[in-house]
Structure formats: C-alpha cells, structure tokens
C-alpha cells in the first residue's frame, strides 16, 4: 500500500483545490510584479483568468462578488517558470536517437510527483523536453502543473524540437558529425521535394498537367518537425554538454533558431557564450569545484555570476531531486556568489518566459497577463519561507493548508493527543505551522533547518 500512497497524494493534490472563480482578489501583501516596482499592501484583481488591476489596495475597488485571498504580511509575486525540464514523464526514449516526429505530450504523466512538487514550490509554467542522450529528439511542450489530463495541463504544444551534441556511443566528433549528417538528409529532403513541386507546376502551365489539378503531396509526417527546423519555422533547444562543443553549437546558431541549453562546467566558454548575444539555459548545478593543474588548488565556480559579469542572460533549472529542485535554493546559490538579486529572480521568471515565447503571458505581474501568482510566507529566497498559495489562470490551485502530502508528514500519530506531565508545559503544537518537532521553519536538533515543506 506505502508504495502506492505518492500517487493517491498527487491525485488527491490536483482534486483538492477550489473552485475557479470569475474575479479573484489578492490583497495586503507585498507585490512582487518583477518587471515593476514593488507594492506594499497591494491588491491583484484577476477577472476572468486574466490581471485585470495591480495598486494599493487604497486605490482598488474590490468587486463584492470577488473571491478575496487576505495575503497580510505576505509576498506575492509571479509563479516560477521553468524553460527546460524532463520531469514528469513516464519514460524517456533515449534508444532511437533520431526521432523528429515524437511529441512530448505521449509521454507526460499528469499524476507524476514532478508535479505536485513543482506545484507545492510555487512553479506554474514547464516547458518539458526529451531527454539529452537524443540527436533529434521530438517536439517539447509547454505545461502547468496541475490538471488531470495532459489536455488540461498544456499551455503550448510543439514548442521545438530538442537536439543534442552529447556523444553517445562514439566520441564528441563522431555525435557532431551524426547531427550534421541527419540534418543535411532534411535539407536534401526539402530540396527533392520543392524540385518536385516545381517541376509539376511548369508542367501544369505548359499544358502537360490538366489546369485544374493541384500539387496534392503532402510533407512527411515523420519529415515535417524536422524540415520546419531547418526551415527556422520553429525553434530548436540544443543541449550542449561541455565547452568542448561550444564551437559547434555557435556555428549551428547561425543555420538555425536555436536556444543552448548548457551542461555543467562551461565557464571557460563565457566569451563565446557573449558573442552568441542571446539568453542561455543553465544547468541545474550552478556551483561547483575545479582543480588548478598547477597549484592542485581548488576554486569555486559559479556560471551564472560568470554570465551575469559577461552581461548574458541566463534562465536556471531545476534538478529532479535533491537540493537544485528547489527554487528558493538556486535563487540563493546565485545571489551567495554576487549575482544580482532582481537578475536572479528575473532567471526564474523573466528570462525563460522570453525564451518560451510568452514573455507577455507569465512570469511577471502586470496587467492583461495571466493571472498566475504564488503567495509566499515571506521573502523568495529566505530558506524559511514556503509557498503558502498557488493561483493559476485566476484557479486557486494549491493551498498549504489543505495539502494531503504535509498533512500526513506532519501528522504525530493517529491516537489521541497524550496529556501533558505535571509540572510541564504545553505538547508542542503538531502540523505545519507549529513549534515543535513537525514545524515547517526553525532549526532541529542538528541545527540545520527543518522542512519547510518543500
């Protein structure tokens, strides 16, 4: 039965929330907008899934039909979104490397717990992609965590196709010649059929075609994902493993529409990565240790204060497990190296909005965008802050109060409460929001911080 209870705590998770509702007023907190200033004791009116006002709550009407969220001593500020991920599916086809015509979308999991740990950490909006070990690897798509189909999820399908230049099976050179090889078969392709194309209709005005027939053939349904690649018709996001292949993936930006997302240990590619001039995506290991051959000393590494020095954009990641899946920890490791706090919440915001396409839907607070917001206990990258309120599309979500996963974390046991000792004080208070051994903040007795719920 245990094995089975992370899957009824997602389904019970997604079937938890309340009712959508046409006007939805969040006020008292501090507003967050990213791309403005910030508001004390503000109000976001969300009508009809969409921003419809963002003031003080001096200068706002509150609608009485409006379902109000009272966010008091809170911060509210837009949900994170996440350009590259390959969470939440039920496996990844890393066999057939050269598979164009795949879509994502048969492969997300909408009761994976990527989801529901997404959710309960203030993420709205995923792109998922197929795994790296691919060459041409199928079409991502662009989700929010919470829906009971793949359908309710998606917010954008056929968002580009994913490539790769990590070798596998042969050396970096023979992957790099494999990829120039399957794309060269697609111009090739292209170039037969457009022959083809023509040829019929210089036949059709000599006479030789009757005037009423038409250029019927369609592209290969297996062909097309990859010809709109070649053609810039769609976007591609290459995965680039090691400096060792910047080269390439420099030269490739010049054929192609194309979004680098970066392995791990790349800080020696920097200056190529300025000349490139557009955002990148990073790895979700942004601080690392290397070795200098000479003095066998160590140095501290950390790409996104290396980028955010060089002026290059740069969106984060989130790992699958461990400490990098958290937002709150990766905004922390960026500013903790000199990273600039406004462009570290903008790489979790900001930046992959941009690079997704829906810079004007997500990732800030601002009037006429979608009204997705998170509510945090306080502020973003305090370790002791969690997420206390989801709201997507003007959909409360995901409310800490009513999430079954903590609930059954924070339980003490099922009996009743044991009373206290004579002489001594209170039982500390269980679940959440109490002080004693099940708090969500504060230290235990190994001095490090509790689960906040994460």
């Known amino acids: ?57 001096a200068d706002v009407e509150i609608p009485w039909t409006a ?56 993420v709205g909006t995923i792109h998922v992609l197929p795994g790296n070990q691919t060459l041409l690897g199928g079409s991502g798509m662009v989700v929010r965590p919470f829906g009971r189909t793949v359908e309710d999820m998606a917010v954008s399908a056929r968002t580009g ?62 062909k097309k994902p990859a010809c709109d690649l070649v053609q810039k018709k769609t976007k591609g996001w290459l995965f680039v493993p090691t400096v060792a292949e910047l080269e390439e993936a420099l030269r490739l930006c010049q054929q192609l529409d194309l979004v680098l997302v970066l392995g791990a240990n790349i800080d020696e590619g920097v200056p190529l990565l300025k000349r490139l001039g557009q955002p990148v995506v990073l790895d979700d290991e942004i601080e690392y240790f290397e070795t200098d051959e000479e003095t066998q000393k160590e140095r501290k590494v950390c790409p996104p204060k290396l980028l955010a020095d060089a002026g290059v954009p740069f969106a984060l990641s989130l790992g699958l497990g461990g400490p990098t ?28 909005a941009r690079l997704l396409g829906l810079g004007d839907q997500v990732g800030a607070l601002a009037e006429g965008m979608l009204g997705n917001l998170q509510i945090l206990t306080g502020d ?48 500390p208070k269980a679940g959440p929001e109490g002080n004693g051994d099940a708090t969500g903040g504060g230290a235990g007795a190994n001095g490090k911080p509790k689960d906040g719920g994460r």
Not at 333 to 348: M, P, S
Request: glycine fraction near 8%; include cysteine.
């Open 67 to 122: 379902k109000v969220i009272d966010a008091t001593g809170k911060v509210v500020m837009p949900t994170w979104v996440i350009a590259h991920s390959q969470g939440g599916q039920r496996g990844f086809n890393e066999n057939m490397q050269n598979v164009p015509w795949l879509s994502v979308a048969d492969a997300i999991d909408p009761a994976a717990l990527y989801f529901e740990e997404a959710l309960r950490s203030g």
């Open 161 to 222: 196709i994913k490539l790769s230049l990590l070798a596998s099976g042969g050396g970096r050179l023979q992957q790099i010649r494999r990829l120039r090889r399957a794309l060269e078969d697609v111009r090739e392709y292209l170039a037969d059929y457009e022959r083809r194309k023509a040829e019929f209709e210089q036949e059709k005005a000599a006479g030789a075609v009757p005037a009423d027939k038409t250029w019927t053939e369609e592209l290969d349904r297996t």
């Open 380 to 427: 973003p990258l305090q370790a002791t802050s969690w997420v206390d309120t989801v709201v997507l599309d003007g959909e409360v979500v995901y409310e800490r109060s009513q999430d079954p996963k903590l609930k059954y974390l924070f339980a003490r046991d099922l009996a009743p409460a044991a009373k206290p000792a004579e002489g001594g004080g209170q039982t």
């Open 1 to 57: 039965m245990n094995r089975f209870l992370p899957i009824a705590t997602a389904a019970l998770l997604v079937a938890a929330p309340a009712t959508a509702q046409d006007v939805l007023a969040v006020k008292g907190g501090r507003v967050v907008t990213v791309t403005g200033p910030s508001i004390d004791d503000g109000v976001v009116l969300i009508q009809n899934g969409r921003i419809a006002r963002i003031a003080k709550a």
């Open 325 to 352: 899946s958290h937002p709150w920890w990766q905004l922390g490791t960026c500013v903790r190296n000199g990273v600039d706090r406004q462009r570290a919440i903008e790489a979790l915001t900001t930046v992959p």
